[in-house]
């Protein structure tokens, strides 16, 4: 069987209490180094408001930000991860409690059935699976699903590498080095889905 694995998308989630949504606006990104110009962000695609908003970058990136969460998306690649450690950087006030490390994967060549083989295809369809293991400084969640009804021959492998971090620990001074945990769960991620696929 000819799998191909593809690297889709990774994206930071920081969970806390007293996020502030109306706070990202232009000066901020540019005062906290989040970015060197405000031009970077795309206007037409931003919202923001007090109880939630969204920033869209033209590097691809994006930000949405409601009081309980800061979930920031991008290509497969770290700048989600800096965009990240700088807001937290800026804001130490805010009580931090967890965060997320998360990656996409295309799998190509391959549908759900490779998983189910004792599921009577007549009568069931699998719409995703779900597994979930360790890591080094908690649990991992992992799902995969079809891209769509129609295209049954690319799974979506979907990973979330959850953190909890301790009420009395601002992210500024956290003992996780983000960057460097992000390196390892990638690691981690391509080895599960070699033992899965191979």
Do not use: W
């Amino acid at each position: 069987m000819d799998i191909k694995v593809k690297k889709s998308e990774n994206s930071f989630v920081i969970v806390g209490r007293q996020h502030n949504p109306s706070v990202l606006f232009g000066s901020f990104f540019k005062d906290s180094g989040i970015i060197e110009n405000p031009n970077e962000i795309d206007s037409k695609n931003t919202i923001i408001s007090p109880a939630f908003a969204q920033v869209q970058f033209k590097n691809n990136d994006s930000i949405r930000l409601a009081p309980d969460r800061l979930i920031i998306n991008g290509n497969f690649g770290k700048s989600p991860f800096i965009k990240g450690i700088k807001y937290c950087k800026a804001l130490p006030h805010i009580v931090y409690t967890g965060i997320g490390i998360n990656f996409k994967y295309k799998i190509i060549g391959v549908n759900l059935s490779f998983f189910t083989p004792k599921i009577q295809k007549e009568k069931y369809e699998t719409t995703g699976v779900n597994l979930r293991f360790n890591h080094d400084h908690g649990k991992c969640n992992l799902k995969l699903s079809e891209i769509s009804p129609t295209n049954r021959s690319e799974i979506v492998a979907d990973f979330n590498f959850d953190y909890s971090i301790s009420e009395n620990n601002k992210i500024g001074n956290l003992h996780i080095d983000v960057l460097e945990e992000r390196e390892k769960n990638i690691t981690h991620a391509e080895e599960v889905l070699h033992e899965l696929f191979n």
